[in-house]
Each structure stands twice: as structure tokens, then as C-alpha cells.
């Protein structure tokens, strides 16, 4: 009976050890040795003020070889990298390797601690004496705190390896049941009973309790110590961590004392027989239920692992859908700009209402009005399915207005390339004052590859000037002179430019087109006293000059991630919330608290002209957009309108001028191949 107790105890602790870790490996010594030395070296970065990231990224675990050699590359051009690399290079001799730079290698963890703790002192008072010092007193403090940081780190590292070391292997536990200290005699035995049965006859020949006691002693695991990060059986429970072999333990000296207790009964042979089988089956039971507990554990952490599978191709499901429903998204919405028309719009004469003269505005503010009629212009009965023809634009339109103390002039241009394939100027502009410093600006381009963009630019310029008109005479904005919060204005800004949407909408169901042939974008600007208020969807630039003569960007442009693309009103993003494009919201809306003494907003076909954008950064080789205007070429045409106003040149006159710079003003205006269009204001000093 005893061999099968020991045989089921065998087979528990023999199963328990297969969940137990393998011994440490060159590879797991490096990765966690290796993570210190990285850590080291991004210290020495921060103290040292390298930040090129690229580099940085390099600092791996297994080695810094290749960080190395960057810095070296470097260091031939710039005397601080130089300096910085050499300290590396010092600290990394420590290493004893045939490089500089050389790697951690073997299984000794002692010589692993010696070469990281002198890869340590080297590196730190290397940065100490470089970049800290008396006359750097928090670089100092800085540099010895994280050396008794690193220090301590390395300390716990090592520890818990040793720990790994001097902990036995879990197949050898089921030792604790030897027979040898029950066999032990004593100083008085009893009178022999029967030996030759299939129990173990040990205890019963002891009288005594004293072979108890040394049962208990040898017990490899001890119970009241919790298991280490590392060998041993362990199972963890929810919070607390249950140790197989101190519960084999345990429940080996609880059965041996019951056995010991038993043999000291003065009862018969047969009695003390069932007491003992009894006993055992109640071992085996407890044994056997440890047993089952653990394979239940099993079960439920499988269970748990195939439920966070699933769970994670869930979410990877549907995060891949959301991500094509996007990109369908993009796909319809991003226009090529440049693109050809699929459709040559028929030439038909521009009617009077196209011509410049009424592009002008008058200084009244009259009451809201309707969509201009030259948007819907009287169309004839024609078959069924031939496409709607509207007015072709002018080649050139402009304006220019004296509104109290502001001085405006805009114009439209066609581009180059437009006129070479035949297509309309697809840009559009209009601006009204609304007195008391307060006026509204809205350029608008429409798509390149969408067959009435011309038309729907116009749509755009329209309703804007409409619908905020509307609000800000709604509101009282004028009379309170109050710019609303961040919040309200984005808000209310989105709501409007939404409005028109369904505006552009509802024009093309009424002419039975497609509502993508009117993509166009939208820039609205208002100027007030107090401030500017600014929206926008798609690309373009916006900007002011502040009372200090600072020239400032009003918006970030929405860009796709090919040229010539971007957003436009009509684009199907206005049920995603929170839409972002380029960084920013789409639409984006700013409220400036600054007092503007001009303003200007443009197409992107006058940017490259006007704008610094798109520049080379030396020092990481990438591109990117400073979204900044040329404050040297909008002075200049600001004391250009200050001379038109003192000089008393006519509106006419000045019109023409501003068609004429838009046209050519300069090579960069003159070679462009996009439609141009700028509105600019100043106010008079």
C-alpha cells in the first residue's frame, strides 16, 4: 500500500515539473543583460543631447554595433558626435571583444555582472566628466542617480538568476518519503509483529513517536518561502501562487504522523489494518484532488488563452474592415486635382452675369439672399439622358473694394494647364463687408477630374458667404463685438458647411447629375475687430499679420498621401465622427484673438508663388510643410494697396492690376500650371 502512495506522490511532483521553466540560456542572458546596456546608452544619449532618432532606433539589446557605427559616420562632420562616440567607445571596451562595440556572449553569469558593472562605471563617469561636473550640478545629480538606478537593476538581475541556479530541479521533489527515518530503531521496541504483508510493517514496529520527528526534517522545498520567478512547480491561482512540492511536503508528514499515532493504539491487528487503509484512501483522495484542481487549472487557462484568440481576430476583423471602408472613403473622396476630364464641357457664351462688374460688392449689407441665378440659368426641354450644360466661367474675374478702413482685391486665373486641355478655370471667390470691421472672404477650387467642378466652386462661394452672413447677423456678433468660443465656432462651422452640401446636393438632383461632378473645396474666412474666424475643407492656404507685422498661417491644408489630392465639400466623411486628414479635423476651424491689419486667402495653384511649404530639412533628409507665408512678398503688396488708396486709383484700375499679378506677377505665377486665385486685404494706415 505504502509503493502505491509513493508512486501516485511520484507521478503528481513528475507532472508538476513539466510546467517548469528550462535552465537560463546565452540568449536569455543576453536579451536581459543586453536591455541594461541599451538603457545605458539611451541615458548617455539624453545627457549627450543626440536626438537623430534613425540613429537611436539602432541601440538594440544583442548589440549597438550598428548605433556605433552611425556615430562613427557622424562623427567625421560634427566635433560633439565625435566626442560622444569616443565615450561609447570607451565605456565598450569593457566588453574585452575584438570590436568596440563587441557583444555579450556565454553562460557565465558572473562575468556577465563584471563586464556590464565596468561597461557602467566607464560610460557614467565618462558623461560625468563631459557633460556634469561642479559647474553642472543637476547633470551631475542626474548622472548619479541613474548609476545607483543602473547599479541596483544589474544587482536584481543577477540575484534572480542565482536564485534560478541554486533552485533544484522539480523531478527530483517526490524524495521527502524516504523509509530510511522510519526504519531508524529505537531504543524500545516492541515485540516484532508480522512483517511479510504488502504493507509497509516500518510503522507499526515503532512504539514511539520519535521516528516522526525525523520524518519531518527532510523537506527540500520549504513550505513558508513562495515560489521563485524561476524552477520549482508552481501553479498561480488568481492572487495568491500555490507551491506543489511544499504542499507534497506537507501532506507527507500529516500522513506519516497519522500513521505513527496509529501504531501506538493499543487496539488488534485488523483494526489498526482498516484505520490505516482509511487513512491511505484519504491521502490518495487529497493527492488525487490536488491533481484535478491543477488539470482544471489547465482547462481554464486554455479556455481563457482560446477566448483572447478569438477576441483578438475579432478586433482584427473588424479593425481590417473599418480600415477598407476608409479607404473607400479616401478612394471616392481624394480627387486628382490635375486630372483629366472624362468630359469636355460644351462652350457655351458667358452671360452678363458672369462678367466682372458683377463680381463687385457694394458696402451695404443687404438681407440674405438666395443662390445666385447664374448657378441655375433658364435650360431648355432636351432628351432624356443628354448631360445639363452650364455657363463656362471667364478666363479671369476679380474685384476690388475700399470698405471703411479695408482695402480688398481678389481674382481667379485660369492655369496653364487648364487652357491647354480646354478645361474651364475651375476656381471661385467672392467676399462681403458687413460693416464695423466685420466682412466674410470664401475661395473655393473645384476638382480637376470632376466635370462641373466650375460649377460647383461657384455653388460653394455662393451659400458660404449666404449662410454665415446669415449667422453672424443672427447672432449679433456685429453689434456685441464678441468672437464665439473655440467649441461654438467649430460647431456651427461644421453645421453650415454641411448645409452646404445639401445645397450642392439638391442642385444636382434637380439637374439629375451626379453629386461628385461638383467637388470642389472651401476656405472661409471672416474678418472682425476682434479677431479672425476660419474654416476650411480640402487644400489651400490662409493667413493674417497681427498689429506686431507677424504673418501667420490660418490653416493646415488637407493633403492625401499622393500629390494633388485632398477633400472636398461633398466627400462622404460627414457621418464619421471626428474625421481627420493632414493631423487635422476635417472640416478644420480656428479662432484667432489677435487684431489682424491684413488677411489673404488662396488657392493652392498661388502657394508656390506666396507660401514656404514643402522643404528639405538638412539635418534628417526628409520633407516637410513649415506652412508659412512669404512675409516679404505679402509686405510688399500690402504697401502696393496702401499707395492704390493714397494715390486714389480707381477700382477698375486696381482690378486690372490684380488680374495681372495673379496672371504673371512673377515666374513662379506665371508657369503655373493650376488655376490661381487670391484674395488679399489690408487695412489702412
Known amino acids: ?159 534572480s538568476f542565482e536564485n534560478v541556479a541554486s533552485n533544484p530541479t522539480p523531478v527530483e521533489t517526490p524524495t521527502p518519503i524516504p523509509p530510511t527515518p522510519v526504519e531508524t530503531p529505537t531504543p524500545t521496541p516492541p515485540t516484532p509483529v508480522e512483517t511479510p504483508t504488502p504493507t509497509p510493517p516500518t510503522p507499526v514496529e515503532t512504539p514511539t513517536p520519535t521516528p516522526s520527528t525525523p520524518a519531518e526534517t527532510p523537506t527540500p522545498t520549504p513550505a513558508p518561502n513562495p515560489p521563485t520567478p524561476r524552477g520549482g512547480s508552481s501553479v498561480s491561482t488568481g492572487a495568491a501562487v500555490l507551491d506543489i512540492d511544499s504542499l507534497m511536503a506537507v501532506m507527507e508528514k500529516n500522513y506519516l504522523r497519522k500513521l505513527d499515532s496509529i501504531a501506538q493504539l493499543q487496539i488488534s491487528k485488523e483494526e489498526k489494518e482498516r484505520i490505516s487503509d482509511s487513512i491511505e484512501k484519504a491521502h490518495v483522495a487529497e493527492v488525487q484532488g490536488i491533481y484535478n484542481e491543477m488539470d482544471k487549472m489547465r482547462k481554464t487557462i486554455t479556455t481563457v488563452v482560446i477566448i483572447a484568440v478569438v477576441l483578438v481576430i475579432s478586433l482584427l476583423i473588424v479593425f481590417f474592415i473599418r480600415k477598407k471602408q476608409k479607404a473607400n472613403i479616401v478612394n471616392n473622396s481624394l480627387q486628382n486635382k490635375n486630372g483629366s476630364q472624362t468630359q469636355t464641357p460644351p462652350v457655351v457664351t458667358a452671360t452678363a452675369a458672369t462678367s466682372p462688374k458683377q463680381s463687385e460688392t457694394t458696402s451695404s449689407v443687404p438681407p440674405p439672399q438666395p443662390p445666385s441665378t447664374s448657378l441655375q440659368p433658364p435650360i431648355p426641354p432636351k432628351p432624356q439622358g443628354q448631360p445639363p450644360k452650364f455657363p463656362i466661367p471667364p478666363h479671369r474675374t476679380s474685384f476690388a473694394v475700399d470698405m471703411d478702413d479695408w482695402i480688398v482685391v481678389s481674382a481667379s486665373v485660369i492655369g496653364n494647364g487648364h487652357i491647354t486641355s480646354k478645361m474651364p478655370c475651375q476656381d471661385s471667390h467672392k467676399y462681403e463687408y458687413l460693416g464695423e470691421g466685420w466682412g466674410i472672404a470664401v475661395v473655393s477650387d473645384g476638382a480637376g477630374s470632376a466635370v462641373h467642378s466650375h460649377v460647383g466652386s461657384k455653388i460653394v462661394v455662393e451659400r458660404c458667404v449666404a449662410h454665415f452672413k446669415n449667422l453672424i447677423i443672427g447672432r449679433n456678433w456685429i453689434t456685441k463685438n464678441a468672437l464665439p468660443t473655440e467649441t461654438e465656432w467649430s460647431d456651427i462651422s461644421k453645421t453650415l458647411l454641411k448645409t452646404v452640401r445639401n445645397d450642392m446636393a439638391d442642385f444636382a438632383q434637380k439637374h439629375n447629375i451626379e453629386l461628385k461632378s461638383l467637388y470642389a473645396t472651401a476656405i472661409v474666412v471672416v474678418h472682425t475687430p476682434e479677431g479672425i474666424l476660419a474654416t476650411h475643407i480640402g487644400d489651400g492656404r490662409a493667413g493674417y499679420k497681427n498689429e506686431k507685422g507677424e504673418w501667420k498661417a490660418l490653416i493646415t491644408p488637407h493633403k492625401g498621401e499622393e500629390a494633388n489630392q485632398t477633400i472636398f465639400v461633398p466627400s462622404d466623411f460627414w457621418d464619421i465622427p471626428a474625421y481627420k486628414m493632414s493631423g487635422v479635423l476635417v472640416p478644420e476651424s480656428i479662432v484667432i484673438h489677435e487684431t489682424p491689419i491684413a488677411f489673404v486667402l488662396m488657392s493652392d495653384g498661388c502657394e508656390s508663388a506666396a507660401w514656404q511649404y514643402y522643404q528639405k530639412d538638412e539635418e534628417t533628409g526628409r520633407f516637410y510643410d513649415p506652412n508659412q507665408p512669404h512675409a516679404a512678398f505679402f509686405d510688399s503688396l500690402d504697401k502696393t494697396l496702401q499707395s492704390f488708396h493714397n494715390d486714389k486709383i480707381a477700382l477698375e484700375e486696381r482690378k486690372e492690376k490684380w488680374e495681372n499679378f495673379i496672371t504673371a506677377g512673377n515666374k513662379s505665377l506665371e508657369n503655373e500650371q493650376d488655376d490661381k486665385t487670391m484674395i488679399f486685404g489690408v487695412l489702412y494706415l
Do not use: H, W
Open 1 to 159: 500500500m505504502m509503493k502505491r502512495i509513493l508512486f501516485v506522490m511520484f507521478f503528481v511532483a513528475c507532472y508538476v515539473s513539466s510546467f517548469a521553466q528550462q535552465p537560463t540560456t546565452e540568449a536569455e542572458l543576453q536579451g536581459k543583460f543586453g536591455a541594461i546596456r541599451a538603457d545605458m546608452v539611451r541615458f548617455a544619449c539624453e545627457i549627450a543631447g543626440y536626438t537623430i532618432d534613425t540613429t537611436k532606433s539602432k541601440i538594440k539589446n544583442e548589440n549597438i554595433n550598428t548605433f556605433y557605427n552611425d556615430l562613427e559616420k557622424q562623427g567625421k562632420t560634427d566635433n560633439n558626435i565625435k566626442a560622444f562616440k569616443i565615450i561609447i567607445g570607451n565605456a565598450s571596451d569593457a566588453l574585452k571583444k575584438p570590436k568596440p562595440t563587441g557583444e555579450l556572449s556565454g553562460t557565465d553569469v558572473e562575468k556577465y555582472e563584471a563586464k556590464i558593472t565596468e561597461f557602467r562605471k566607464k560610460l557614467l563617469d565618462e558623461l560625468s566628466k563631459k557633460y556634469g561636473g561642479r559647474s553642472k550640478p543637476d547633470i551631475e545629480r542626474k548622472i548619479n542617480d541613474k548609476n545607483v538606478e543602473f547599479n541596483n537593476n544589474i544587482a536584481t538581475l543577477v540575484e
